[in-house]
């Protein structure tokens, strides 16, 4: 079983900050691919940016120089580092995991963001 547990989301101002931790279960963190995506009332889930367990990252443009994704390991915990918020940043961000062609998801984190 897999599960995974979004938080820090909050309302910030345009141009603040917000640190976004997923907590997960198990050692899939180590393991597989993961990811953060994104969904704004009324819009489909979007993905945002992807971590390999090799460490690698990729970004939706929307969001490349601004948010930074990253692991630590030991904690089984992957992390979004959002900067110079946007208010068309404001949606649920949902964490996922990658494993084995299956996705894995959270339940989410609202993260708002005021002009």
């Known amino acids: 079983q897999v599960q995974l547990v979004e938080s820090g989301g909050g309302l910030v101002q345009a141009g603040g900050s917000l640190r976004l931790a997923c907590a997960a279960s198990?050692?899939?963190?180590?393991?597989?691919?993961m990811g953060w995506y994104r969904q704004a009332p009324g819009k489909p889930r979007y993905w945002v940016a992807r971590?390999?367990?090799?460490?690698?990252?990729n970004y939706a443009n929307s969001v490349k120089g601004r948010f930074t994704i990253s692991r630590d390991n030991g904690k089984n915990t992957v992390y979004l580092q959002m900067n110079s918020l946007k208010p068309e940043d404001a949606a649920v961000y949902y964490c996922?995991?990658?494993?084995?062609?299956?996705?894995?998801w959270g339940k989410g984190t609202l993260v708002t963001v005021s002009s």
């Open positions: 198990t050692t899939i963190v180590s393991l597989y691919s």
């Open positions: 971590i390999s367990s090799g460490g690698s990252t």
């Open positions: 996922t995991a990658f494993v084995n062609d299956m996705n894995f």
